[in-house]
């Protein structure tokens, strides 16, 4: 634990990061779990469209199919989008706050170990041989009828990562409502910080529904229960239910931190504040309460019937409304600006017109007897990548560039951050745009293959070729990190000059306890109103003292490999439906889950206070921590 | 540039029988009407939103001599935030009158029940069963029963039950209307209307399509629809209300008949009925009805009709649509193949 850069070994770093607590290395973590997962999608992404290259094109099996973009889907929204901004949220929003850590250091470690073991178990189904094959919406009546273990991989796997995210949903909210400094009010929350607060309140709400679906499921197929089963009175439908009262403000836990980070990129490329800040939160937190209004819009063509269709046909409109509030203040934050289009701000830029069109789309599909013909096409596969991908991945490809200097100490190369954007943004708009019309052309989604002479071939063909553009952007994006890993050269606190949050007063990467002392707020974007006074640091609001700091432990690690032990126990149950019950799982299914809760039972008796850094140490340290001295 | 494309892709591309531009019949008409509205409006939207976007970027980047000029930190503005949250309303206003007002016609089935002074229905209604990657149609009104290709007359309401039997699917024929899901636990009931100079135009045949996924060869779950005139129609359910089989000519066709009924590997006649008129029960009608099957138009509901595909397809049914119900493969030797193919080839309602 200490500040000094001496080399360590390799297995230290290892025990380093599978034991740290801090905030700013979970986030490290986060980074490098959810990049993994990310490329691990995005080569299935490629693998489906090189069997969709051209007409029943043998390149994948039907069933490899459907288990590549079911994978791809849950890979993707769970394992690589989520993880990914909690990496961005970890990194930045203790330090956008003027916090030391978030406010439950110990289950931040936890959610991390949870949503890993989580994605581990899930992407295992390649390995034993049955991948989850009933899209990642899993439908019931699909799902039951699916044979092996691949939807008990799914189920099992979203289960214990679904845990660690809500976990991380509610630290940040206890963070963000405790640990603000002072005077940062509310209303004067960085908007990165505030969306991070809204995604979080709905990963709180829509997290239990889903956790408690996939448990019907789970039982329904290893413990013989009939929740789902129409022939003994259960019921498919509610499973769309409940899946889309999750699935639909899921999209939303998504990119509103994705707006967020835009509201960062921004202004600071702009070197102006945020057009009608005040709005941006208002409009956050209706986008936010009508994300849980809308869920039956994926439910149009259920036979919900008449008025259903017509009241969320409208709701699901109105979210355009805070959605283009948005979108004209960021384009109004720009006007009267000075633009300086760095590799973020391209993002930011990228994002602005992709995101409108797949808002757009979104809105057509909200119109119900429209959606009669959309749903279900390669129409809606278009919108939702317009969304995600111009909305989201955007958010984070913009995000890491921006905010890798002050998690690495280092820039990315901006030459090549143009290469990786371009070929990217051509790449994306090639791949998805002929989509809509495909869609339109009468192509169900999810389909392995399409007949020739149905006049589909020509748009699947661009559309995959587009997809390799955007592979080859990723590469060269690896080749970034790369190079800039191995580069010596560190960067100073405000590496794009114009840094208006609190974070870019401090070290980059921030020394381990943040600020030496807790700032004082006098408004929105602290630290551009200390720069404007000619102040070289934050006003302190408390005198030097000795700081707390949680000791680092690897029981959240045991915790969450308990889980991933007790996971395979509860699969080869004798109960369960594939029926290739082992004699061995029951005593796997007692002995992880007491490996859990015995972790959890000594992590409660034994009391673990931390530690203190003495006031003469910080003041002989000479990292300034963010206080002007 | 966006919009100059979408034009240039509405005009162009996309098949008569299947693309939704395209619409043969008065559903899927409104839709595209729906769409060609909310698809210019957004346009609009688009178009104001990249003209500022365009002004920004040439107007406000920062060139040289910039470097340390601060612009002014403008707060906000009352008026304008007012003007954009006003005018989206507005525009959703408006679109959710023809979205409701149309929620309600497109759902409005109360024709389904409607019946003539001699207490005869009105209306052609057809029960639609989907079941893992064939689709069943009954006509409860005629006492009839297909498989795999719908016959419909053109110019008039037809009224659909949906159902599936074992996982669930949805109805879609793309240029007739919108699709509706078929589940596992209740009927869902809608309409489709056929227009017969469009359906001229594309041949009398359009392509349906399964739009929810429902297994490995959900892509593959096809069927036709065979839009005729009310006379041919009439015709044809005459042909198919006889419930005999066709004389068999051949002595390979009789051979594969008494194959199709006595062969003790795989019985074919234990799912598969002959005649149009099926009394057994659902849960009984095991695979597709096989009346008329001398007039499909596809084999397992995509591949060309050819005797050589009927012969592959019943030795290898796994091979062209995996995780179908039927079984994985048979060992039919060629003449047996050659014999069942001939019969189902022969059972032809009318020629």
Redesign the interface.
């Known amino acids: 634990m200490s500040s000094i850069a001496a080399k360590r070994s390799v297995g230290a770093v290892l025990w380093e990061y599978l034991t740290t607590v801090d905030h700013k290395k979970i986030a490290h973590l986060y980074l490098f779990g959810g990049g993994f997962f990310f490329l691990l999608g995005g080569i299935e992404a490629l693998l489906i469209r090189i069997q969709l290259l051209k007409p029943q094109f043998g390149f994948l099996?039907?069933?490899t199919f459907?288990e590549m973009f079911t994978m791809h889907g849950t890979t993707m929204i769970f394992l690589a989008a989520m993880p990914l901004l909690f990496a961005l949220m970890n990194a930045i929003v203790p330090l956008q706050i003027g916090a030391r850590d978030v406010a439950f250091p110990f289950l931040n470690a936890l959610g991390f170990w949870l949503f890993f073991f989580g994605g581990i178990f899930l992407n295992l189904a390649w390995v034993f041989g049955d991948a989850p094959?009933?899209?990642w919406t899993s439908?019931a009546?699909?799902s039951l009828?699916?044979e092996g273990h691949g939807i008990d991989y799914y189920t099992l796997g979203i289960q214990i990562s679904g845990f660690g995210t809500l976990i991380s949903g509610i630290n940040f909210l206890a963070t963000i409502i405790n640990m603000r400094a002072p005077g940062m009010t509310f209303m004067r929350m960085p908007m990165f910080t505030w969306t991070t607060f809204i995604a979080s309140s709905l990963i709180l709400f829509a997290f239990p529904p889903l956790t408690a679906s996939v448990f019907y499921l789970m039982f329904d197929r290893l413990l013989g229960t009939n929740f789902f089963d129409?022939t003994a009175g259960g019921?498919?439908?509610i499973w769309e239910h409940f899946f889309w009262i999750f699935g639909h403000p899921e999209v939303y836990i998504l990119v509103l931190p994705a707006f967020g980070i835009f509201s960062e990129i921004i202004p600071t490329f702009?070197?102006?504040?945020l057009?009608?800040?005040?709005?941006m939160v208002f409009a956050t937190i209706l986008i936010g309460f009508l994300g849980f209004m809308v869920w039956a819009h994926h439910m149009f063509?259920?036979?919900l019937?008449?008025v259903a269709?017509?009241i969320f046909?409208?709701a699901t409109?109105?979210i355009?409304?805070p959605t283009?509030?948005k979108?004209?203040?960021w384009?109004?934050t720009?006007?009267?600006?000075?633009?300086?289009?760095t590799v973020p701000m391209l993002y930011a830029?990228g994002f602005?017109?992709s995101f409108?069109?797949g808002g757009?789309?979104g809105?057509?599909q909200?119109?119900?007897?429209?959606?009669?013909?959309l749903?279900?096409?390669y129409f809606i596969v278009a919108h939702f990548h317009y969304v995600i991908i111009g909305g989201v991945v955007f958010a984070l490809l913009g995000g890491a560039h921006f905010y890798w200097p002050k998690m690495f100490g280092k820039m990315l190369s901006e030459k090549l951050g143009y290469i990786t954007f371009v070929l990217f943004f051509i790449g994306f708009h090639l791949t998805f745009?002929?989509q809509h019309?495909l869609g339109?052309?009468?192509m169900?989604?999810?389909?392995?293959?399409?007949?020739p002479?149905?006049?589909l071939d020509?748009?699947n063909m661009i559309s995959s070729i587009g997809a390799f553009l955007m592979g080859i952007a990723v590469i060269i994006l690896l080749v970034n990190i790369v190079i800039s890993t191995v580069k010596k050269q560190k960067v100073s606190n405000d590496p794009w000059e114009d840094g208006r949050t609190m974070e870019w007063a401090l070290e980059s990467p921030p020394v381990y306890y943040n600020f030496k002392q807790t700032p004082f707020v006098r408004g929105i974007d602290t630290y551009w109103i200390e720069k404007?006074e000619g102040n070289k640091g934050l006003t302190p609001a408390k005198p030097l003292d000795d700081i707390h700091m949680p000791n680092n432990t690897i029981m959240p690690f045991i915790i969450s490999l308990g889980l991933f032990i007790a996971a395979f126990g509860m699969m080869y149950n004798p109960l369960n439906q594939v029926g290739d019950g082992k004699p061995w799982a029951i005593p796997v299914l007692i002995i992880g889950l007491c490996i859990t809760f015995g972790t959890m039972l000594i992590r409660s008796i034994k009391d673990d206070l931390g530690y203190h850094i003495p006031k003469k140490d910080l003041t002989d340290d000479e990292h300034k921590g963010g206080v002007a001295s | 540039m966006?919009i100059f494309?979408s034009a240039l892709?509405l005009s162009g591309?996309?098949?008569p029988f299947?693309?939704?531009?395209q619409p043969a019949g008065e559903v899927?008409q409104?839709?595209y009407q729906?769409?060609l509205l909310?698809?210019s409006v957004?346009a609009i939207?688009?178009i104001v939103?990249?003209t500022?976007?365009v002004i920004?970027?040439i107007r406000?980047?920062?060139k040289k001599g910039?470097e340390n000029?601060?612009?002014?930190?403008?707060?906000?503005?009352h008026k304008?935030?007012m003007i954009?949250?006003a005018i989206?309303?507005l525009?959703?206003l408006g679109?959710?009158i023809?979205?409701?007002y149309?929620?309600?016609?497109?759902?409005d089935v109360k024709g389904m029940e409607r019946v003539d002074e001699q207490g005869n229905p009105e209306h052609l209604v057809v029960n639609v069963r989907a079941n893992l990657y064939w689709w069943e149609f009954e006509y409860p009104d005629l006492g009839i029963i297909t498989s795999q290709d719908l016959v419909v007359p053109t110019g008039e309401k037809i009224y659909f039950n949906l159902k599936?039997s074992?996982?669930?699917h949805?109805f879609?024929i793309?240029?007739i209307?919108?699709?509706?899901?078929t589940?596992?636990?209740?009927p869902?009931t809608f309409y489709l209307e056929f227009d017969p100079e469009k359906a001229d135009e594309a041949g009398n045949l359009f392509?349906g399509?399964?739009?929810?996924?429902?297994?490995?060869?959900?892509?593959y779950m096809?069927f036709k629809v065979k839009a005729i005139s009310r006379d041919e129609f009439d015709r044809w359910v005459r042909g198919m209300q006889a419930d005999e089989e066709p004389e068999l000519t051949t002595d390979l066709a009789m051979q594969g008949k008494q194959l199709f009924e006595e062969n003790d590997q795989f019985s074919c006649i234990s799912c598969h009925a002959t005649t149009a008129k099926d009394e057994r029960p659902e849960a009984a009608r095991l695979g597709p009805n096989l009346a008329d099957f001398g007039n499909r138009t596809r084999v397992a509901g995509?591949l060309e009709y050819t005797k050589d595909n009927i012969k592959n397809w019943i030795q290898n049914p796994e091979e062209y649509k995996?995780?179908n119900l039927m079984y994985e493969e048979a060992n039919f030797t060629d003449e047996e193949l050659e014999a069942l193919a001939e019969y189902l080839m022969s059972l032809k309602v009318q020629e």
């Open positions: 099996s039907e069933e459907n094959d009933a899209g439908y009546s699909l009828f699916s129409v019921n498919t439908i702009s070197r102006k504040r057009f009608g800040y005040s709005s063509t259920t036979g019937g008449n269709n017509a046909a409208v409109m109105a355009a409304v283009g509030i979108i004209f203040n384009l109004l720009m006007w009267g600006g000075k633009i300086k289009i830029l602005i017109p409108v069109m757009v789309t809105v057509m909200g119109i119900a007897p429209l959606d009669y013909q749903h279900d096409t745009f002929i019309f339109l052309w009468g169900p989604r999810r389909v392995a293959t399409y007949l002479g149905q006049g020509l748009g404007m | 966006f494309i892709f591309c996309g098949k299947l693309s939704t531009l899927a409104r839709q729906l769409f909310s698809f957004m939207v688009l939103v990249i500022i976007y920004v970027l406000f980047r920062r910039d000029k601060i612009p002014k930190q403008v707060a906000g503005s304008l935030e954009w949250t989206p309303i525009i959703i679109l959710s023809p979205t409701v149309l929620t309600f016609y497109f759902g599936a074992d996982v669930k949805s879609w793309p240029s209307g919108g699709k509706m899901d589940n596992t636990e209740n869902n392509y399509k399964c739009a929810e996924l429902c297994g490995s060869s959900h892509a096809d995509y995996p995780g």
